[in-house]
């Protein structure tokens, strides 16, 4: 019985046959022929799009609705609500969480989120 050795020897000396170009051809034609049509794909990402606006405008009316049960108007909004925002992150959460505060209750009650501001005599606020 030959080693191993021998055997990787014997067995270097061939090499696989390479496949036959009909082969090859009908490969890549089933590959193209199952492929989507480009235009499934744009018919794909149109209703993923149409979906993402259809549920942006209901947010919308969403936050319209609660915010006209809630009596808000846009006079409520200072440069004190601006300050706020910006001192909570500046984005659109922050803005709607200091919106349905004006809306609920008296602005003075946001002294307590202001950041301490150190005293001359040392104590914080």
């Given at each position: 019985?030959?080693?191993?050795e ?5 067995l270097?000396?061939y090499r696989p ?6 082969l090859?051809?009908?490969i ?8 989507p ?5 744009w ?5 993923v799009?149409a ?14 609705q609660t915010a006209?049960?809630l ?7 200072t440069?004190?609500?601006e ?10 959460s922050?803005?709607?969480f ?7 209750s008296?602005f ?7 950041p301490?501001?150190p005293?001359?005599?040392g104590?914080?606020?």
């Amino acid at each position: 019985m030959p080693s191993d050795e021998q055997i990787e020897v014997i067995l270097g000396q061939y090499r696989p046959a390479p496949p036959s170009a009909e082969l090859r051809h009908r490969i890549l034609n089933a590959a193209i022929a199952q492929s989507p049509k480009p235009i499934f794909r744009w018919l794909a990402v149109a209703a993923v799009l149409a979906a993402c606006l259809t549920l942006d405008l209901a947010t919308q009316a969403v936050k319209q609705q609660t915010a006209s049960i809630l009596g808000y108007t846009k006079y409520q909004w200072t440069p004190q609500a601006e300050e706020m925002v910006a001192l909570i992150g500046n984005d659109t959460s922050a803005r709607d969480f200091i919106a349905m505060r004006l809306a609920t209750s008296d602005f003075s009650s946001f002294s307590l989120i202001r950041p301490a501001i150190p005293q001359t005599s040392g104590e914080l606020q």
